[in-house]
């Protein structure tokens, strides 16, 4: 048998503390949730930690990000606070090929916005709407298993324009009670990191307990693993005339 997937499931656990709402809808915190999902759907294939904000580094030390093979990312109301140097930290994990799944409002956060170079706003409302997640693309791994479309009864509406580069894969588009779409399902690849964008998930539904969400999530960690032997950052090289094999490092312009 392989070894486990190293899986860390990172959350704010912020709303839950302050909450009362969220509190009652996740007891063991939505990073609890999201960690049950996987652990329910993957077994023994993964091996689930938790980190959040409030811990010391925000519980993304370099020894948890070494050793993790795939991180989801949870954020909404303190993306600030989120400290410039553990964004630069995970930033060179994901390029150096760690996974990142990022759920619903962490499209807003400090990684997600550095790795796709653009604003990610778009267009909300929180009004109790309804949402069908359509595949797009079954034949992806992400979707495997998943109904056509998967019905969320509650949930916060996002809609287009979605400021984010076009998608590698575009695996699932949402349509909402009021008319909107949006591209709820996206996979980009920065360095040798594959990212997965996965919006359905507010803190004031029970999004995390719906099984289909679930399945999807777990998909997206199996999906996410990189295939290179040993994690390495993206690295300049200079080659000799004919020697295809032997790079030699080369800092340049960045000495």
């Known amino acids: 048998m392989s070894e486990p997937i190293r899986v860390t499931v990172w959350s704010e656990n912020r709303h839950e503390k302050r909450d009362e709402l969220v509190a009652r809808l ?4 939505m990073h609890g949730a999201v960690k049950a999902g996987i652990e329910e759907n993957l077994g023994d294939k993964a091996s689930v930690r938790t980190a959040t904000l409030d811990e ?3 519980g ?3 020894e948890v990000l070494a050793t993790t093979d795939v991180l989801t990312w949870w954020g909404h109301m303190s993306h600030g606070d989120v400290d410039d140097e553990i964004v630069e930290r995970v930033h060179r994990h994901v390029l150096s090929g760690m996974g990142l799944i990022v759920l619903h409002s962490g499209h807003w956060s400090k990684i997600f916005t550095k790795l796709m170079g653009t604003s990610c706003t778009l267009r909300w409302r929180s009004e ?11 034949t992806h791994p992400i979707a495997k298993g998943v109904p ?10 996002y809609g287009e324009f979605f400021d984010i580069p076009t998608p590698e894969e575009l695996v699932f588009i949402s349509s909402f009670s009021g008319g909107e779409v949006f ?9 040798h990191g594959k990212i997965f964008f996965f919006s359905p998930g507010d803190q ?13 999530i777990s998909n997206a960690v199996e999906w996410a693993v990189t295939d290179r032997p040993e994690r390495a950052h993206p690295e300049l090289l200079r080659y ?16």
């Open 128 to 138: 109790q709407d309804r949402e069908l997640v359509w595949t797009v693309d079954p």
């Open 240 to 255: 000799e005339t004919n020697d295809f094999f032997n790079g030699k490092s080369y800092q340049g312009a960045n000495a």
């Open 60 to 62: 993304l030390t370099a």
């Open 56 to 58: 010391p580094e925000h």
């Open 204 to 216: 004031d539904y029970p999004v995390y307990h719906h099984k289909d969400v679930r399945r999807v």
């Open 148 to 157: 056509h479309p998967i019905v969320i009864d509650q949930q916060e509406m």
């Open 183 to 191: 591209r709820s399902g996206c996979t980009f690849r920065r360095g």
């Open 26 to 29: 996740y007891p063991e915190g």
